[in-house]
């Protein structure tokens, strides 16, 4: 009911046979999946299953059809099994498109057309996601380009600190041991040890890597992103 009386949205509108496909994939964030209910080892599909299976039925009343209660129920459980990675924005769209003729004849309405229609807008979906993560990858290396020099900028003096650091801070073979012998009395100093040990380890490796200064610099600074345990 929700989705039919226009509560959910693309581009602040509510979704009808000309929405469009992209913004449906960028602005819905639930899948048809997330309208199952866990409980432990427990899944259970009732709920979408039966949402999907309410659409059906609209599209065959929209046509003037009938469709059998267990037809109308194994279908919606083949068109989850096989495209429950689908935004529910998605399968709205593709309802609408059905209702208003987008495709050809569908008089002679049956779960098999219904499936043959949906694969159309499955393929179409696909190449949709790829155009867009293509887009995305495209404007993460221009943003790269525009900006390394400003990212070198800001970052390589605190790539020169921490090496000075590593330098000046290396640990004696006896601090070592005593380290060892305090780590179940100083767990937070043993945290403290292994974060600064795990940060010249990756230092060490990129030292030897055959790539460009910024390039490891980029590389470090990913790894000192982590979260200490």
Not at 35 to 52: A, L, P, Y
Request: with cysteine.
């Amino acid at each position: 009911m929700a989705v039919n009386s226009g509560l959910l949205k693309i581009e602040n509108k509510a979704i009808t046979s000309i929405t469009s496909h992209e913004r449906c994939i960028i602005e819905d964030g639930c899948q048809l999946s997330e309208m199952i209910e866990k409980n432990g080892d427990n899944v259970c599909k009732n709920n979408i299953h039966n949402f999907i299976e309410l659409f059906i039925i609209e599209i065959f009343e929209w046509f003037g059809k009938e469709i059998k209660e267990n037809l109308s129920q194994n279908l919606a459980k083949t068109i989850y099994e096989n495209y429950y990675f689908l935004k529910i924005a998605e399968f709205k769209l593709f309802v609408e498109k059905m209702k208003s003729g987008n495709w050809k004849q569908v008089h002679n309405l049956s779960p098999a057309v219904i499936m043959e229609r949906l694969h159309e807008f499955v393929i179409d979906s696909m190449n949709i996601r790829e155009r867009i993560a293509k887009n995305n990858n495209a404007n993460e290396r221009s943003f790269l380009a525009e900006n390394g020099e400003l990212i070198a900028e800001k970052f390589i003096p605190v790539f020169v600190r921490v090496k000075r650091e590593i330098d000046n801070k290396k640990l004696s073979k006896f601090a070592i041991s005593q380290i060892e012998e305090k780590k179940r009395s100083q767990k937070d100093f043993c945290k403290t040890h292994d974060w600064f040990s795990e940060n010249k380890l990756c230092y060490d490796w990129l030292e030897k890597q055959e790539a460009s200064q910024f390039i490891k610099l980029g590389w470090y600074q990913i790894f000192l992103l982590r979260k200490q345990k």
